[in-house]
């Protein structure tokens, strides 16, 4: 009885000692007070999903990792010949513009083509024919590297391209690495492909959170790159799945011009942490290829500042006339919250498109929790038609648009390392905002009295969600 009141008292003081943390670490008074009432009142439940969640340790642990980063990229210099302060067309366009590379450290390139690729229907295929045309480098990303058909043609790819003398890189995140029962980063490396994994769960020394993850997307076929939200797996592609049942609508963007050499630094800064290998940015002399002013931003924890929710407030504050967004999870920071409400309050046409079928249930339960709030500040949301949207856009008063891995959710602004690219240029914009528009023109738009009309049970399904949504 002595042991077990003993017992008892010291792990209630450990949870003590966890709720304390919790509450001088989170920057989100949600999470610090879930957090603590959930440590000081279930305090072995409590202790068990803090330290699997590791929400009380992802700040320090971020912190080192962000030191190792740091030094990175100071090695990796960024090419400041390709910063272009040319006149974007709009007082709010320049100051973004400055804003944004104060907050990102990374210059303006001018002279960039972008082209959308939808599904995997056209983006496997365009990214596979890059990696058979490369004769110097492939550098590849991903959160996601799911073993099938598609994998089977990217290992391929990989694989010959290394055969042929090309430096071959494969990156893969640690967690991303598990969705797929047989892995192709180990076949790969089996092939003699370079490979690593960011940060894989371990045992020893112990490493199970699921934050801290690498949820960036690229690939760089010499003077080629792709970015955006797309992972590579079979339910990409529509004709692998043409009942829809699994499949997943995704956009990817093949990028020509001298943004790429932004993509090489945000890839090899990656690789120099993963692999602790240190090799020179390529001196490249990437032609002009178009019209897009565009940078790249790589964010991530444990710098003093949040780069890029930075960027996305300041946007959305500027904005006049229009902002669209499309994600597929929308639970965003305070901050971006309440930059969307002044938007809607000051008359900026706002509209934000969601997946009517999400692939995670209790994403959408927590989303209908937060979106009557904009409703009445004037936004406007619509949900999109099956099957599962993924796409990550956002378009602003017909000369901005922001593309790349981050959804607007607190894990991928706050917790995530994403990467996404910038956009300055107006028909560039009016394309993304086209395809926007048009899953709204097709969608369903979702009203206040829709809320109102809902069920008790569904309303506190809906709250309950939105309670635990720092921890998704």
Request: proline fraction near 5%.
């Amino acid at each position: 009885m002595a042991l077990k009141l003993i017992l008892l008292v010291i792990i209630h003081l450990i949870a003590l000692v966890f709720a304390c943390q919790a509450l001088l670490t989170k920057k989100d008074p949600r999470s610090a007070l879930g957090w603590t009432m959930v440590l000081i009142f279930l305090p072995v439940i409590g202790l068990i999903i803090y330290l699997i969640f590791g929400i009380g340790r992802s700040q320090s642990h971020a912190e080192k990792i962000m030191r190792k980063i740091s030094g990175l990229e100071r090695h990796f210099a960024i090419n400041k010949t390709c910063n272009d302060r040319s006149d974007l067309g709009s007082p709010e366009a320049n100051l973004l513009a400055a804003t944004a590379e104060k907050l990102s450290g990374a210059p303006l390139c001018g002279g960039n083509s972008l082209e959308a690729l939808h599904d995997g229907d056209a983006a496997y295929p365009a990214m596979l024919e890059a990696i058979e045309k490369a004769r110097q480098r492939v550098f590849l990303a991903t959160y996601i590297f799911n073993y099938g058909v598609v994998a089977k043609k990217f290992i391929k790819a990989l694989t010959d391209a290394k055969d042929r003398g090309v430096d071959v890189r494969v990156l893969v995140d640690g967690i991303g690495a598990l969705y797929s029962w047989r892995k192709p980063w180990k076949i790969l490396r089996e092939n003699g492909v370079k490979t690593v994994r960011f940060r894989p769960p371990s045992l020893i020394p112990p490493r199970l959170g699921i934050n801290l993850r690498s949820h960036r997307k690229l690939l760089v076929c010499d003077e080629t790159g792709f970015t955006g939200g797309m992972n590579i797996a079979d339910n990409d592609v529509l004709s692998l799945d043409p009942d829809k049942k699994n499949h997943i609508q995704d956009v990817q963007f093949r990028c020509e011009g001298p943004i790429v050499n932004q993509l090489i630094r945000a890839f090899l800064i990656n690789w120099g942490f993963c692999s602790g290998e240190i090799t020179n940015l390529p001196a490249l002399r990437t032609p002009d290829a178009g019209s897009c002013h565009c940078r790249v931003i790589v964010d991530g924890p444990g710098k003093d500042g949040d780069a890029l929710l930075d960027v996305l407030c300041d946007a959305i504050n500027l904005s006049r006339k229009t902002i669209r967004i499309m994600t597929p999870y929308f639970l965003p920071p305070a901050p971006l919250t309440e930059a969307l409400r002044s938007a809607g309050q000051r008359g900026v046409d706002t509209r934000i498109v969601l997946p009517a079928k999400n692939n995670l249930a209790y994403m959408n339960w927590a989303m209908e929790r937060i979106i009557p709030d904009l409703l009445k500040a004037g936004a406007r949301v619509f949900y999109q038609r099956p099957p599962f949207a993924h796409t990550k856009l956002m378009t602003m008063d017909g000369f901005y648009t922001l593309l790349g891995s981050a959804n607007m959710d607190s894990r991928s602004l706050l917790l995530n390392f994403e990467l996404e690219m910038e956009v300055y240029d107006s028909k560039f914009h009016d394309q993304v905002s086209k395809f926007i528009n048009a899953s709204i023109n097709n969608g369903e738009e979702l009203t206040l009295s829709y809320f109102r009309n809902l069920s008790l049970p569904a309303k506190l399904r809906n709250s309950a969600s939105w309670i635990f949504s720092p921890y998704f």
